[in-house]
């Protein structure tokens, strides 16, 4: 009985993890944005991992994901000019009305990102907080 108990609870999880997967976009230009947003996600959990101290600091590692982040960011804008959609896609059509706003804010996130000294853990705490509220500020604006 316990067995069949636990493969319900591991067939319950499973589906629930299936259901609340998200749909990749089958658009190519659509999956090339949500791939390039997945690099700057990942790369600043890194970095966030390591400014609170969830992960031990690094100098190496900081400075190759805030590279990364700052090189990501620089393809932003040839990544949305089409005007792809996607049922996947989670970009406001805004990001096209307001392009300049866009381009814009792509352009501080990177600067931003580029800023961000990773030499030590305090000078990378300070830089993080900014960069995250340049992601914040577009997503606020254009991301669904």
Request: aromatic share 6%.
């Amino acid at each position: 009985m316990k067995t069949i108990s636990r493969l319900a609870m591991i067939l319950v999880t499973v589906t629930a993890t299936a259901a609340f997967a998200k749909e990749e976009p089958k658009d190519p230009t659509v999956k090339a944005r949500t791939d390039l947003m997945k690099t700057v996600g990942q790369n600043m959990k890194v970095l966030g991992d390591m400014a609170g101290e969830k992960a031990a600091f690094d100098a190496a590692a900081a400075t190759a994901a805030k590279d990364a982040l700052a090189a990501a960011f620089a393809e932003v804008p040839a990544k949305f000019e089409p005007q792809a959609t996607d049922p996947a896609s989670e970009a406001k059509p805004e990001i096209w009305t307001n392009w300049d706003d866009f381009v814009s804010k792509a352009s501080k996130a990177q600067e931003a990102a580029a800023a961000i000294d990773a030499s030590s853990l305090p000078t990378l705490q300070a830089g993080i907080g900014v960069a995250g509220g340049t992601c914040k500020a577009c997503h606020t604006d254009y991301r669904m």
